[in-house]
């Protein structure tokens, strides 16, 4: 056994939980990465379940190894799969997934948009303002909702006409998530 893993099994017995919560995850985390390999064939040759089980894990792991399986499930024809990967892509915040994840917003499902927008908060990134404005204008209030929070997330000041312009929209739910957004954004 190496010395992180004999170091890390000894944390286990911190008088301190935070101690010992962290050293369980960091074994988990080795124990993972020692099994990347098998993690990536059984997403290869796996059924959805399995797919989805290995992308979770992969999340996990957010090992940069894990990342171009990740981005390639975006291309699964299974919106569970591309959801899960989006999902954890967004989790990950790896800036060099990020245009991956835009891509998605013109998926042809909703929920697949809506995911990629949920997603693109966590990149914390000023450069996907302009990505987002466009989603205001959607159909689907659940999307457009969505794309208010993120924006408020991002304080996208920038937004603020677009999302003044929502608080006249017909649907009340949209009124009122623009109504708490104006509150959050600064300027």
């Known amino acids: 056994m190496d010395e992180r893993r004999q170091v890390l099994i000894s944390l286990l017995r911190d008088p301190n939980e935070d101690v010992r919560i962290s050293a369980a995850e960091a074994l988990e985390r080795l124990e993972g990465m020692s099994n990347l390999g098998a993690l990536l064939g059984k997403y290869r040759t796996g059924d959805k379940t399995l797919k989805l089980k290995v992308i979770y894990a992969m999340g996990k792991l957010r090992a940069e190894d894990c990342l171009p399986v990740l981005i390639h ?5 299974d919106n569970d799969v591309k ?3 989006v999902r954890v892509l967004g989790e990950i915040g790896e800036s060099r997934t990020v245009q991956a994840v835009i ?3 013109n998926d042809p499902s909703v929920d697949i948009q809506t995911l990629a927008v949920e997603a693109l908060a966590n990149f914390n990134q000023k450069n996907l303002i302009p990505h987002l404005i466009p989603v205001l204008e959607r159909e689907n209030k659940y999307l457009v909702i969505a794309a208010i929070r993120t924006l ?4 996208a000041a920038e937004a603020m006409p677009r ?3 929502l608080t006249r929209h017909s649907d009340p739910d949209i009124r009122k998530a623009a109504a708490e957004i104006l509150g959050k954004i600064a300027g």
């Open 73 to 77: 499930a975006l291309s699964s024809a």
């Open 103 to 105: 891509n998605m917003l």
């Open 163 to 165: 999302i003044i312009g």
């Open 83 to 85: 959801g899960a990967a």
């Open 152 to 155: 408020g997330r991002l304080n």
